[in-house]
Every structure is written in structure tokens, then in C-alpha cells.
T-cell receptor, first 112, second 117 residues
Framework: GQSLEQPSEVTAVEGAIVQINCTYQ??????LSWYQQHDGGAPTFLSY????GLEETGRFSSFLSRSDSYGYLLLQELQMKDSASYFC?????????????FGTGTRLTVIP | EAQVTQNPRYLITVTGKKLTVTCSQN?????MSWYRQDPGLGLRQIYY???????DKGDVPEGYKVSRKEKRNFPLILESPSPNQTSLYFC????????????????FGPGTRLTVL
């Protein structure tokens, strides 16, 4: 089966840097994505890693190591509006690339 | 405006009364999915469709049906809802599914909060 692990909660100070880790076990792997979800809202896409290495999009960066089945989301210059839940998602299982599996989410609280 | 729409946004129903949640996207996306979100469990894929008339089961398909007769629409059908299907449901669409060189971006609808009594 598929399993993804990420911390349930993280608290960080405004202006700081925070890293949210995600480890996964899958029978097939085609990429790791990250989504942000504010309370009462829909998930929104942040980043995708199909290959090893770092992807940077503004204040957000995502990293993937396929050999370690590990990735992380790095948020820099934290702002109060970054308080939200963050989900990692892995595409792929034994049947191919059609299924997308989400972690249970990390709730980030940014404090002044 | 590019978007995914869902209706209704909120629904309270009783056990066994058939219901349909509609989903529509205006981005000409081929790939559409349905997810349910429950506290502590994250998002779980119910069904997905790779194109018109092509649908397949996701991680938790039991008790649900879908159809894809038009590219833009992907309704979720609960033939006989039960209380354990009380959840927050999201429809999503994407232009691809993580093929080489793609970004696998899922666009989510606003969600439908379903309560089955």
C-alpha cells in the first residue's frame, strides 16, 4: 500500500524559515507535489518534483530525494498568511501513474 | 476565469436517498478526480477519469459512482448514502497526470460538505 508521513503540526515565527518533511512508501512513484489549504478553503497547488533536487518558486522551495523516499517543502520569510495546512502528495502505485495519494497534512501556525 | 465549480456546496440528506454532486471545469482538462477529506485522514481519491467515457477507481471507491459523458463534467453519485459518507468532497481537474516534463497541477473546486443523517 501507499503511506506518506509528515508532521501533524509546526509552529514558526513570522519572518523565519520552516521546513516540512514528507517521507513516503509507495509501490510506484511518478512525482511528489505540495498543496496548501487554508481553513475552509480548497487545496491549492504549490510545487512539484518529478526528479531529484530542488525546485524554487518565490518564497517556497521543494526538494526531492527518490533514493531516500523523502521530500520537503521550505517556506522562507514566513508571513502570517502562510498559516495553513500543507499536504504532500505522491503520484503512482502498482498500477501506474493514475492515482494520487495525499499525506494527512501539516498544520503550520505562524506567530508574530 | 479558469475554475472548477461544484454544486451544491452544502448538503444534508438522509440515509438511502440518492444524491448527485456536480463538478464542472472550464479549462478543457482531460484528467478529473474526486476526493473526500476527513479529519486526520487527509485527502483520499475516490474516482478519477482520464478522458470522456474513461473512469477508474481511486483509493476509496466503495459506495460511489461517477460518469464522464462530457469533458467538462464529472458528477459524483451516491446511490444509497450512509452516515460514513459524511465528509468534505473535492473535485479536481488537471491537464495531465505527472507525465515527464509536466507539473501535475491539480485545480480543486471549492468543496461540498455532505452530511448524511
Amino acid at each position: 500500500g501507499q503511506s506518506l508521513e509528515q508532521p501533524s503540526e509546526v509552529t514558526a515565527v513570522e519572518g523565519a524559515i520552516v521546513q516540512i518533511n514528507c517521507t513516503y512508501q509507495t509501490s510506484g512513484f511518478y512525482g511528489l507535489s505540495w498543496y496548501q489549504q487554508h481553513d475552509g478553503g480548497a487545496p491549492t497547488f504549490l510545487s512539484y518534483n518529478g526528479l531529484d533536487g530542488l525546485e524554487e518558486t518565490g518564497r517556497f522551495s521543494s526538494f526531492l530525494s527518490r533514493s531516500d523516499s523523502y521530500g520537503y517543502l521550505l517556506l522562507q520569510e514566513l508571513q502570517m498568511k502562510d498559516s495553513a495546512s500543507y499536504f504532500c502528495a505522491v503520484r503512482g502505485d502498482q498500477t501506474g501513474a493514475n492515482n494520487l495519494f495525499f499525506g494527512t497534512g501539516t498544520r503550520l501556525t505562524v506567530i508574530p | 476565469e479558469a475554475q472548477v465549480t461544484q454544486n451544491p456546496r452544502y448538503l444534508i440528506t438522509v440515509t438511502g436517498k440518492k444524491l448527485t454532486v456536480t463538478c464542472s471545469q472550464n479549462m478543457n482538462h482531460e484528467y478529473m478526480s474526486w476526493y473526500r477529506q476527513d479529519p486526520g485522514l487527509g485527502l483520499r481519491q475516490i474516482y478519477y477519469s482520464m478522458n470522456v467515457e474513461v473512469t477508474d477507481k481511486g483509493d476509496v471507491p466503495e459506495g460511489y459512482k461517477v460518469s464522464r459523458k462530457e469533458k467538462r463534467n464529472f458528477p459524483l453519485i451516491l446511490e444509497s448514502p450512509s452516515p460514513n459518507q459524511t465528509s468534505l468532497y473535492f473535485c479536481a481537474s488537471s491537464a495531465d497526470r505527472g507525465a515527464s516534463g509536466s507539473t501535475d497541477t491539480q485545480y480543486f473546486g471549492p468543496g461540498t460538505r455532505l452530511t448524511v443523517l
